[in-house]
């Protein structure tokens, strides 16, 4: 298992933090890539640039995300892996860690669109 000095920060550079978030930005030039890192919190992603990021895993698996900016996704905590950016632009997206789970679970839910 990794221990936690071999891990780094979720994304490139903390842009604001209080007692109930922690809004980080990640930005990644083509063929750059992030720490490897632990999420221990759930998250949101909002996509700003970018056409597709890959998430290398410690086991040697890499998936690929396509992504479009104004996206928004809701990430649950317990991954670990490595941001690259193997497209030919910028990826830019900010990232949301929810700290207080108690808080947020008495957050009401939208209701799941009917299609």
Same mark, same amino acid.
């Given at each position: 298992m990794l221990e936690a000095a071999e891990l780094g920060n979720v994304a490139t550079r903390l842009l604001?933090? =209080? !007692? &109930?978030v922690k809004?980080?930005?990640?930005?990644l030039e083509p063929g750059e890539s %992030?720490? +490897?890192? $632990?999420?221990? +919190?759930?998250y949101l992603l909002y996509i700003l640039e *970018? @056409? %597709?990021?890959?998430a290398d895993r410690p086991d040697g698996e890499s998936l &690929?995300?396509?992504v479009e900016p104004g996206q928004l996704f809701f990430v649950p905590r317990g991954g670990t892996e &490595? @941001?690259? =950016? &193997? %497209? *030919?632009? $910028?990826f830019r997206e900010l990232l949301v860690e929810l700290k207080d789970p !108690?808080?947020?679970a008495t957050v009401p839910q939208a209701p799941a669109p009917i299609i």
């Open positions: 604001f933090e =209080n !007692e &109930r809004v980080w930005e990640m930005r %992030s720490d +490897l890192h $632990r999420h221990t +919190l759930d *970018g @056409a %597709s990021i890959d &690929r995300f396509p &490595r @941001a690259v =950016n &193997r %497209s *030919g632009t $910028r !108690e808080f947020w």
